[in-house]
């Protein structure tokens, strides 16, 4: 197929695309998002989280057309970016250094890693050697040589209807994955105070889908683990301290107070993004070794799992029985076999998902995480207790995020929680001094930690506590058993 009718007909895959995202918008499809729990989200996390591991491998591979030598290096470069963006992460969430500092390294450390080996490369004998850069192309001008716009008035009609096919896996891919990474980025651990727009989200996206096409430019979507990661960059935190257990006494631990909510940084991202389409800046970035971005691509997906369920449930079971904490949720479980079967269908999905994305039609991996839904709203519960299933698995999102699609499939709201947001309560911190983008240090200040802090919790997880599934089983009966 020549290249101008593969433009062609990805034209025409975003204008049917375009068309479809509105009719599903319009139509509220969005509100089977109500049926998307943590194991949906966390196969698709694990997924993409091998994704970023798998392309840094691929990124790394290709330094042999180098040399030996540049292949060799860019091992080492790749590693070392991983190790020193891993301990920036670390660092933010210690105990050392002042708050300011830790705070900084952790937001800016990854950035500043880039940076620094993109000029390590150019210190001693490692000048001599030969690396493969990031490739750009001219200042606002397409990577080939073709006009901006696409020449839809070229197309054949044939070509105009083979498009629909591919515009509907494509369009079932961005419902599925723009979705998931908001819900996720909107996840109960975030005590947001805002209301979701799921349905505006993806009419929107449906416009820049036609937009991207009409340009011949990749079509976006929403992303994981970015998404969330940006959240948990606008998160302010408080330490308090377990005064009220007598083991803990005297320790702290982090809770998130609030979310800075607004729009300046999503559109700062977008104008640097386009800022870096500028000669200046493209000189700059042709700098960059392709070693420092394979190790850019391991960081993000060690980060992403690290945090996640299955990660989590396997480290569980690899534990000691009798050297784990009594006060892990999954000690409650009295069938070890079912943390087993649950983990196990998790990975299926995984396994699945990523063959699939292996193969020509890599396009349609979601659809097999899309039927995974139906069997765990209710084939699942079948094979499970309700008070499993609660501990194993839970919502996505919060009541209150997911008010606009109908709530959470199997939660009754309480008359006092509806509509009523976490950042409304009396555990959020006034704009003061102490109220800024990090970590607020209450412990012996002038807050009193006996109730400030219980407020702070109960505020964090407000929405998290304030439904009940069908079974009748809430999450303050789970924390009785």
């Known amino acids: 197929m020549s290249y101008p009718r593969q433009l062609g007909l990805g034209l025409m ?6 068309i479809f995202h509105w009719i599903l918008a319009i139509t509220n499809s969005c ?42 290096l860019s091992v080492s470069i790749a590693l070392l970016v991983t190790g020193v963006a891993y301990i920036c992460g670390i660092v933010g969430q210690s105990s050392l250094f002042q708050r300011h500092v830790r705070k900084f390294v952790e937001d800016y450390g990854t950035p500043l890693t880039v940076i620094f080996f993109t000029g390590f490369v150019h210190v001693g004998k490692m000048a001599h050697i030969e690396l493969l850069k990031l490739p750009t192309s001219r200042a606002f001008f397409p990577t080939t040589d073709r006009g901006w716009f696409i020449h839809f008035w070229d197309i ?11 515009a509907i896996l494509l369009t079932i891919l961005f419902w599925f994955d723009h979705n998931v990474s908001s819900l996720i980025a909107q996840g109960t651990e975030f005590p947001l105070r805002k209301p979701a727009g799921f349905h505006w989200d993806l009419f929107l996206l449906g416009l820049t889908t036609g937009v991207a096409g009409l340009l011949g430019i990749p079509f976006p979507n929403g992303l994981i683990p970015q998404a969330p990661f940006h959240t948990t960059s606008l998160c302010v935190t408080r330490t308090v301290s377990d005064t009220d257990d007598e083991a803990n006494k005297g320790h702290t631990r982090r809770v998130v107070d609030h979310v800075v909510e607004q729009r300046v940084s999503n559109l700062a991202q977008g ?20 070693a ?67 193969t020509i039609a890599a396009i349609g991996f979601p659809v097999f995480i899309l039927l995974y839904i139906p069997m765990r709203t209710w084939g699942m519960p079948r094979w499970f207790t309700p008070l499993e299933l609660s501990i194993l698995d839970a919502p996505t999102a919060s009541p209150f995020t997911m008010e606009s699609v109908g709530g959470n499939h199997g939660e009754i709201l309480e ?41 702070t919790v109960e505020g964090a997880n407000r929405r998290r506590s304030s439904f009940r599934n069908s079974e009748g089983i809430g999450r303050d009966d789970i924390e009785e058993v």
């Open 415 to 455: 008359e006092n929680d509806v509509g009523l947001g976490v950042g409304a309560g009396p555990g959020v911190l006034d704009e003061s001094d102490e109220a800024e983008r990090g970590e607020v240090n209450a412990v012996g200040g002038r807050v009193s930690m006996a109730d400030e802090g219980e407020k």
């Open 292 to 358: 420092v971005l394979a190790g850019l691509f391991f960081v993000m997906g060690i980060q992403a799992l690290e945090g996640n369920g299955i990660t989590l449930k396997l480290l569980f079971l690899a534990q000691d029985k009798h050297l784990t904490l009594r006060s892990d949720p999954l000690m409650r479980i009295e069938r070890r076999s079912a943390v087993w079967i649950f983990v196990a269908l998790e990975l299926i999905g995984f396994g699945a998902t990523f063959a699939i994305t292996q």
């Open 31 to 72: 509100n089977g998002l109500r049926y998307v729990t943590r194991f949906s989200c966390d196969i698709f996390g694990f997924y993409v989280a091998f994704i970023y591991l798998q392309k840094g491998i691929q990124v790394l591979t290709r330094q042999w057309e180098a040399s030996d030598a540049s292949a060799y």
């Open 156 to 166: 054949s009609v044939g070509d105009v209807f083979l498009a629909i096919p591919f």
């Open 13 to 18: 895959k975003s204008r049917w695309s375009l």
């Open 271 to 290: 104008l640097l993004t386009l800022g870096t389409m500028t000669g200046p800046l493209l000189l700059v970035l042709h700098l960059i070794p392709q």
